[in-house]
């Protein structure tokens, strides 16, 4: 079965760190871009963070840059996103998704460009 599989969300209180992972079951992520996305309680999904295939060129949304950064293993199949200083607004469903391209566009991802998608993993940021 062909899926992105996410890990490592939880409870974290605010500064705290997490480090997430998509993994690729059934298929190589090799050759496309990996993008985070998160959905808070009652927002609409935004984009976080993108990867390219080589994972030479990274782009970040504004509200996470300077705290998080993503990076990938293409040996394990798998991208990470190591969020640092994390806060309370941080909190949702993080999602990670696959492009059909290998690049990047623009700064943070947009939805409408990635066809293929993991089932998310809850981050939790709270006292």
């Known amino acids: 079965q062909l899926q992105l599989v996410e890990s490592g969300g939880g409870l974290v209180q605010p500064g705290g760190s997490l480090r997430l992972s998509c993994a690729g079951s059934?298929?190589?992520?090799?050759?496309?871009?990996i993008g985070w996305f998160r959905q808070a309680p009652g927002k609409e999904r935004e984009g976080v963070s993108c990867?390219?295939?080589?994972?030479?060129?990274?782009t970040y949304a504004d509200s996470v840059k300077g705290r998080f950064t993503i990076s990938r293993d293409n040996a394990k199949n798998t991208v990470y996103l190591q969020m640092n200083s994390l806060k309370p607004e941080d909190t949702g469903v993080y999602y990670c998704?696959?492009?059909?391209?290998?690049?990047?566009?623009?700064?943070?991802?947009?939805?409408?460009?990635?066809?293929?998608w993991g089932q998310g993993t809850q981050v939790t940021v709270s006292s």
């Open positions: 059934g298929f190589t992520l090799n050759y496309n871009a």
């Open positions: 990867i390219s295939s080589s994972g030479g060129r990274t």
């Open positions: 998704a696959k492009r059909t391209y290998s690049s990047c566009s623009g700064y943070a991802p947009a939805m409408s460009e990635y066809p293929f």
